[in-house]
Each structure stands twice: as structure tokens, then as C-alpha cells.
Nanobody
Framework: QVQLVESGGGLVQAGGSLRLSCAASGRTFSTYIMGWFRQAPGKEREFVAAIIWSSGRTYYGDSVKGRFTISRDNTKNTVYLQMNSLKPEDTAVYYC????????????WGQGTQVTVSS
């Protein structure tokens, strides 16, 4: 099992930036992909971005392409989500999650961090 702790959420005005961090501990050697998801009140969970731990290849949801950047620091077992040009519709609880190489779904999830973008 991998333990995940998110940080960096907060309140920001539209057009501003935030950087989220997700620190992983435990069985981190089993991590293949780390991803960010978000869920706004009354809405389904939405894929935001993911990164393949070994290669650094990245993937993004359509709603954040060109504005958000996912990156990782292997030495710190930490993944980051740099969020620029934030919009009120980006308001949500953001979660990081991991998936192993043979898993069909994300196995381990963090507790989430709130991001609120005011207009």
C-alpha cells in the first residue's frame, strides 16, 4: 500500500496560480502511474493529469491542457501539479492517486486538498 498526502490547496483569484504537492510513502516501488483527480460538489470525479513514474510521460484532461503541468521528483517521492490561469470552474477537492503496473484502476488515494477559485 502507498500512503499519499496532498498539500498546497487554498483560495486564489481567477487567473492566479497554485502548486499542489503529493508526497508518497510506503510501497512506493510499486507505483507505475501517479495521477491527479478532482471532484466538485454535485459532480463526478474528473481526471486531471497523470505521470508515468519511470519515464515522466504525462497525460492531461482536456479541461486543463495548456494550463496545468504535472511533474515528479523521484528523490522525494513527490508529484506536483502546477495550476496556472485558474478559473472558478477549477474549484474542487483535488486528490492524488497511484496505480501499479498490473492494476486496472488507481489503488491508493490521498485525503484530498481543497482548491477554491474566486471570480
Amino acid at each position: 500500500q502507498v500512503q499519499l498526502v496532498e498539500s498546497g490547496g487554498g483560495l486564489v483569484q481567477a487567473g492566479g496560480s497554485l502548486r499542489l504537492s503529493c508526497a508518497a510513502s510506503g510501497r512506493t516501488f510499486s507505483t507505475y502511474i501517479m495521477g491527479w483527480f478532482r471532484q466538485a460538489p454535485g459532480k463526478e470525479r474528473e481526471f486531471v493529469a497523470a505521470i508515468i513514474w519511470s519515464s515522466g510521460r504525462t497525460y492531461y484532461g482536456d479541461s486543463v491542457k495548456g494550463r496545468f503541468t504535472i511533474s515528479r521528483d523521484n528523490t522525494k517521492n513527490t508529484v506536483y501539479l502546477q495550476m496556472n490561469s485558474l478559473k472558478p470552474e477549477d474549484t474542487a477537492v483535488y486528490y492524488c492517486a497511484t496505480k501499479g503496473p498490473t492494476s486496472s484502476s488507481y489503488n491508493d488515494w490521498g485525503q484530498g486538498t481543497q482548491v477554491t477559485v474566486s471570480s
